[in-house]
């Protein structure tokens, strides 16, 4: 039997005891850190959550997709007034001379094409209608005498002098007819249906287009002439935006991209519009140019009005 010394044996026990322990006590105390740092992040990654009821995702109108790749488009900011093209814009003169009578119609009031605006009156208008008269009942004498000289001198009975002279009177006649024709039609007179019975001092000024009437330089007893501008009246029809878009900005501008603007009083309220022409002179000066869009919606083209300030982005 082999023996040990009690006193070598137990020293080395309690020695290993001791690492055995602490080992142990290693181990405990690191599965305690790693599951708290587990519950950490947890915790951590729990709080980054929003959570939404139905409820509120209907409240908010949120929708749920895909992650897409989407394109974001570059903005162009820009400024100018609303405008019409230039057959949407008259002003209004007389063609003749002479004192405002009759005013009948206000500023700001829409008036139609052939409406009468004004009359004038003037006794020179007695003097073109009665010489158109006068004209008239000559040129079938002259005419007569005219085709009658033309045979005569073709069977050598007449002179050709004779027959010269029929043919400018007629001819001279005849011109001065057509020209007071035409007057009276310029005065809104009907020469088919004058008579000496219905010779006027009056005549009519006559609306070109219909529209508003923005300004008005006449009335009652006021002396024009034919180049005064008397009236002026816009079509809004055709109202349109008129931007300027400084010249390096150009390149990305094209027909048919849309443009979102605002009225100077109303900057949080948007309206659409789309470009249709981009103007191909550049302004010396201010180093811009002009682009020109169309309303997406002609039901709220009574909204604005010529030479109304705006504000717009082009995308």
């Known amino acids: 039997m082999i023996t040990y010394k009690h006193t070598q044996f137990v020293p080395f026990i309690m020695n290993s005891s001791k ?11 690191s599965s305690c850190n790693t599951e708290d740092i587990q519950q950490n992040e947890e915790t951590k990654t729990d709080s980054a959550l929003i959570e939404l009821s139905q409820e509120q995702m209907d409240l908010a109108e949120a929708e749920l997709d895909q992650i897409k790749k989407e394109e974001f488009p570059e903005i162009v900011n820009s400024n100018g007034i609303f405008s019409v093209p230039p057959d949407g814009k008259a002003s209004v003169s007389a063609y003749f001379e002479g004192y405002v009578k009759d005013v009948n119609i206000l500023e700001g009031q829409k008036v139609v094409k052939g409406q009468v605006l004004f009359t004038i009156e003037n006794p020179e208008y007695i003097k073109i209608q009665q010489n158109f008269l006068e004209t008239k009942a000559q040129i079938k004498n002259l005419e007569s005498a005219y085709k009658r000289q033309q045979i005569l001198y073709k069977e050598n009975i007449s002179s050709e002098k004779n027959y010269l002279m029929a043919e400018t009177d007629y001819l001279t006649a005849e011109a001065k007819y057509q020209s007071l024709y035409q007057q009276l039609k310029m005065m809104h007179i009907n020469p088919d249906n004058l008579k000496a019975q219905k010779i006027q001092t009056v005549i009519n000024v006559i609306s070109p287009i219909s529209g508003f009437i923005t300004d008005m330089n006449i009335n009652k007893g006021v002396f024009i002439s034919p180049s005064d501008v008397a009236i002026s009246i816009v079509n809004t029809n055709h109202l349109h935006l008129e931007l300027s878009v400084y010249e390096k900005k150009l390149h990305n501008i094209c027909k048919g ?29 201010k180093r811009t140019i002009n682009v020109h869009a169309h309303l997406e919606n002609d039901s709220i083209l009574d909204l604005f009005t010529v030479g109304m300030y705006i504000d717009a982005k082009i995308y």
């Open 257 to 285: 991209q849309e443009v979102r603007f605002s009225l100077l009083d109303q900057k949080e309220k948007e309206y659409k519009a789309k470009i249709i022409i981009v103007g191909k002179r550049i302004d010396p000066e």
């Open 19 to 29: 690492y055995f322990i602490l080992i142990v006590l290693i181990s405990f105390l």
